[in-house]
């Protein structure tokens, strides 16, 4: 099948893939704009261990896919360790791109407290990956 993708100028090319690559580029497609659908909404009941998982990103190929892929479950796991609030906090910032000060906001306390959670979790990962 052909599609049409950008290169890295940003420049519309053809490309022929195997059927199997499309039904995961179609699949990827409709999950991203799901996820833009879930960001103007701001948030919603899911549990944050749902979007990680989910966030995948279109790969040069299968072989890259699926090692991004494996990465997010890793990182899943690790996050999922943390507290209930570090794992909010990360969603809204890494995920929602929501900033330190608009997260203070929503949960009404400091932009330290927020920032310290989000640091937390980030060395988690770092340490254990």
Do not use: P, W
């Not at 995961?24 to 103007?40: D, F, I, P, T």
């Not at 990103?57 to 999922?80: F, G, H, M, P, T």
């Not at 507290?83 to 997260?103: A, D, H, P, V």
């Amino acid at each position: 099948m052909k599609i049409e993708i950008k290169d890295g100028n940003r420049k519309m090319i053809s490309v022929e893939v195997l059927e199997e690559v499309y039904e995961v580029l179609q699949e990827e497609n409709k999950e991203q704009e799901h996820q833009r659908y879930e960001r103007r909404k701001h948030i919603d009941a899911r549990e944050l261990n749902d979007y990680i998982v989910h966030q995948k990103r279109v790969a040069e190929n299968l072989e890259d896919y699926c090692i991004n892929r494996e990465q997010l479950k890793e990182i899943q796991k690790i996050v999922s360790t943390c507290t209930k609030t570090q794992q909010r906090r990360f969603y809204l910032n890494r995920i929602c791109g929501y900033s330190y000060t608009e997260i203070a906001q929503i949960e009404k306390c400091h932009m330290t407290s927020v920032k310290e959670s989000i640091i937390a979790v980030l060395e988690k990962i770092k340490r254990n990956l």
